[in-house]
């Protein structure tokens, strides 16, 4: 299986073409994405043909389960299939798990220098995100973790998040609290979880626990859900960036069509053979 290592803002990920997905798929997620016996990323990512837009792309996490949508993936996918010339256009529409997102190259020198992705509307319904919550939306609810009172907000980009402000992101947050709140019952679906220091009106950090694969430099979806989060509870205004460990995403809500759009880079690291 001939693969290209790629990432977004140190989220990295193999990426494959394919015809088709194959039966051993989550099998297979967890050995190429070990990073001591296997090619090591957070993520195997199938670019696959589509019915209903130019392509389709399918994320598995490094735990073998399949997420509905990945931010930096989608802007991996988009620079893949310009470099290896799938298509010529700069325009793409993607199918997801979560729908169809029109992906935008900005290209210099015949290099892709960014990708723009309009990542549709947020999803607030509390049952919907999923939480156990039938609020709309499901904004500060309180989550006891060991003894300590956190807040959260649910947002749904496809895939579920809970983002946590606090003053200060203490180190034992991501890595110890992240995997509890992953799990809780409050999510039937498990959560992606962010935790988030407010900079300014248009700057917050950003540190993040992913669903099935942990700790990660950066995730798309969760920044989106943090901007859309960080304006609901009025702690900025619907324009942000979000500063991660790997880098830095420009998100916007655009508030007339109600859908949020995600600008970053996407790399690539290497390519290389997978034998099956
Ligand atoms: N890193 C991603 C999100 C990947 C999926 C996530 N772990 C999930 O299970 O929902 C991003 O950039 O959005």
């Given amino acids: 299986m001939k693969f290209t290592k790629m990432h977004g803002l140190g989220n990295d990920f193999v990426v494959v073409n394919e015809k088709t997905v194959p039966t051993d798929v ?41 997420a509905e949508q990945c931010g930096n993936a989608i802007r991996c996918v988009a620079k893949y299939i310009y470099d290896y010339q799938l298509t010529a256009a700069t325009e793409i529409n993607l199918e997801t798990k979560a729908g169809i997102q029109a992906v935008s190259l900005t290209v210099v020198d015949s290099k892709v ?48 998040h809970a983002v946590i402000f606090v003053d200060t992101i203490e180190n034992h947050f991501v890595k110890g609290l992240g995997p509890i709140i992953e799990k809780h019952e409050y999510f039937p679906r498990k959560t992606n979880v962010e935790f988030v220091e407010i900079l300014n009106q248009s700057e ?70 997978w034998l099956l």
């Fill in 204 to 273: 917050v950090n950003m540190h993040v626990w992913e669903r099935g694969c942990g700790e990660t430099l950066a995730c798309g979806t969760g920044a989106c859900a943090t901007a859309v989060a960080a304006y609901l509870t009025g702690r900025t205004g619907p324009s942000v960036t979000v500063r991660l460990k790997g880098g830095d995403l420009f998100i916007e809500w655009d508030q007339e069509q109600n859908v949020v759009y995600m600008t970053g880079p996407s790399t690539v690291v290497f390519t290389g053979t």
């Fill in 26 to 66: 989550l099998d297979l997620a967890v050995k190429v994405c070990d990073r001591n016996f296997g090619v090591g990323a957070d993520g195997l990512v199938y670019i696959l043909p589509s019915e209903i837009a130019d392509f389709q792309m399918r994320i598995f996490n490094s735990d073998g389960t399949e």
């Fill in 113 to 160: 220098t960014a990708v723009r992705v309009n990542m549709g509307s947020p999803i607030l319904e509390g049952e919907k995100v999923p939480t156990i919550f039938n609020e709309n939306p499901v904004i500060e609810k309180e989550i006891m973790i060991d003894g300590t009172s956190l807040c959260f907000t649910a947002v749904s980009m496809g895939n579920p």
